[in-house]
């Protein structure tokens, strides 16, 4: 992860894998949190001097590899796999294993726990530092998303003071079940069907959207896809024509507040002045 605290933990670390004469691999993590994540392995020494660092990042940037979380997640486990072996076979009986991610880091940490659930390969996972959903994107291109997006409506159900209150029985994974079972038995007559567009495109159009505190969007979304009356099917036609990709966030003329404004106004608000706004 990033930031001070972070850093400062880091910087305790290599003092202490120095004394042990060991040695370090660090994933560094785009800002953004986009899931474009690259594995160097540092000396020790490098670690200890940041314009070193800096250098030997520079040096060495072509040997970088662009992954998205879970793919990094997987060499994580593939790494671990070599360094402990099965059932910790190749460790002494007193070793142990703990992972700890920080602010962004905890992101990895989170498909690592999906990714490895039934074999338990590490013996502590510690997440410090963990960031809301609200303040991130969620990974572009990830083929987990169906995961990422249980992640979110989870944590929604817990915002029972914010994102929740605006489900009816303050019960968005219910809403977000019938979303689902709606979409997987109903097939050629589902809203998604009808509007000509597949789950994992309406997952990814929601992927693009930059959080800041604007879980408000996601209920809005998902209610207009249960109901599917024709203005929500106008809605939504509209949303995924206008909800853009992070690529085109730097493009001329392109700007992340109007789209903002454009889903919250036809989400939130009736497309047809004559429709009635329906409570969540």
Same mark, same amino acid.
């Given at each position: +992860? @990033? +930031?001070?605290?972070?850093?400062?933990?880091?910087?305790?670390?290599?003092?202490? $894998?120095?004394? %042990?004469? @060991?040695?370090?691999?660090?994933?560094?993590t785009d800002k953004r949190g986009v899931g474009k994540s690259s594995l160097?392995?540092?000396? *020790?020494?490098? $670690? /200890?001097n940041f314009t070193a660092c800096l250098s030997y990042i520079r040096e060495y940037k072509y040997c970088l590899k662009q992954n998205t979380f879970t793919d990094t *997640?997987?060499? %994580?486990e593939s790494i671990l796999k070599v360094i402990i072996g099965n059932n910790h076979q190749y460790l002494n009986t007193t070793q142990r294993v703990i992972l700890m991610g920080s602010s962004q880091g905890t992101y990895? %940490?989170?498909?690592?726990?999906?990714?490895?659930?039934?074999?338990?390969q590490v013996d502590a996972v510690i997440f410090d530092f963990v960031l809301p959903t609200d303040i991130t994107r969620l990974i572009h291109g990830d083929k987990?998303? !169906?995961y990422i997006f249980l992640d979110l409506f989870t944590c929604c159900s817990q915002d029972e003071q914010g994102c929740a209150k605006y489900f009816e029985d303050k019960n968005p994974m219910r809403a977000l079940y019938t979303y689902k079972m709606n979409e997987d038995f109903? *097939?050629?007559?589902?809203?998604?069907? %009808?509007?000509?567009?597949?789950?994992?495109?309406?997952? /990814? &159009?929601?992927?693009?959207?930059?959080?800041?505190?604007?879980?408000?969007?996601f209920p809005a979304l998902i209610y207009r896809i249960n109901r599917c009356n024709f203005d929500d099917q106008n809605i939504? &036609?509209?949303?995924? =024509? $206008? *909800?853009?990709?992070? $690529?085109?966030? +730097?493009?001329?003329g392109y700007a992340l507040l109007v789209?903002?404004? !454009?889903?919250?106004?036809? #989400?939130?608000?009736? #497309? =047809?002045?004559?429709? &009635? &706004?329906?409570?969540?």
């Open positions: +992860g @990033g +930031g001070a605290p972070v850093s400062t933990l880091e910087f305790e670390a290599v003092s202490v $894998v120095s004394a %042990l004469n @060991g040695s370090i691999s660090i994933y560094v160097l392995e540092y000396p *020790t020494s490098i $670690v /200890k *997640t997987f060499d %994580l990895p %940490l989170q498909r690592y726990l999906h990714i490895t659930e039934d074999n338990e987990y998303l !169906n109903q *097939t050629n007559s589902s809203c998604l069907y %009808l509007l000509n567009i597949t789950t994992d495109d309406i997952a /990814k &159009k929601m992927s693009y959207i930059f959080y800041q505190n604007m879980m408000e969007l939504l &036609k509209h949303f995924i =024509n $206008v *909800t853009q990709p992070p $690529v085109e966030d +730097g493009a001329p789209e903002f404004n !454009n889903n919250f106004a036809e #989400l939130w608000s009736p #497309l =047809n002045p004559q429709e &009635k &706004k329906s409570n969540m």
